[in-house]
């Protein structure tokens, strides 16, 4: 193994902590998981949004105004009153 340091927001490392306790693991053996489960997921973006990522939900290239047109890419466009 390498010794790596990091730097962590205070919320995060006391929730990392209280996790690993939980887990009954070191804080470093719970971030080494995290990533390995993270790099696990191979070419998929880990920012990508897993709804949108099933394709039985959308099938189609995300435009880069995603978040302002969730309902009309995932339910079609809406009625107009």
């Given at each position: ?8 927001p ?42 949108m ?29």
């Amino acid at each position: 193994m390498q010794r790596t340091t990091i730097m962590l927001p205070r919320d995060l490392k006391q929730r990392a902590a209280r996790e690993a306790r939980a887990r009954g693991v070191s804080l470093g053996e719970l971030i080494r998981e995290a990533l390995q489960s993270l790099l696990r997921r191979g070419d998929r973006d880990a920012a990508e949004d897993p709804l949108m990522a099933d394709r039985a939900v959308y099938d189609g290239p995300l435009p880069a105004d995603t978040s302002e047109r969730h309902d009309d890419l995932l339910y079609g466009p809406a009625k107009r009153r």
